[in-house]
């Protein structure tokens, strides 16, 4: 069984999660502004594609209150967050 210092730790550029947050908005958007002027799949389908802009919204407004808070040195901040 190895031991965790035998574990090397993953770089920053694949721990960060704003570029998967980003991409995953662009996405949602690209489909939102594509399904709202193409009228394709009625209002559910747009329906769908707002939620998915409001999960993108949600999950960078938590990874922001989540640095906030360690930047603040709160001890019920996540912890591993730069």
């Not at 209002?43 to 360690?70: E, F, H, N, P």
Request: hydrophobic share 55%; charged share 20%; glycine share 12%.
């Amino acid at each position: 069984m190895a031991d965790a210092r035998d574990i090397p730790e993953l770089p920053r550029a694949l721990r960060a999660p704003e570029p998967v947050i980003i991409v995953g908005m662009v996405a949602w958007l690209v489909a939102t502004v594509v399904v709202w002027i193409g009228g394709w799949g009625g209002d559910r389908t747009l329906a769908v594609c707002l939620v998915g802009l409001a999960v993108g919204v949600l999950g960078t407004t938590i990874v922001a209150i989540q640095r906030a808070a360690v930047r603040r040195g709160d001890r019920t901040a996540q912890q591993g967050l730069d």
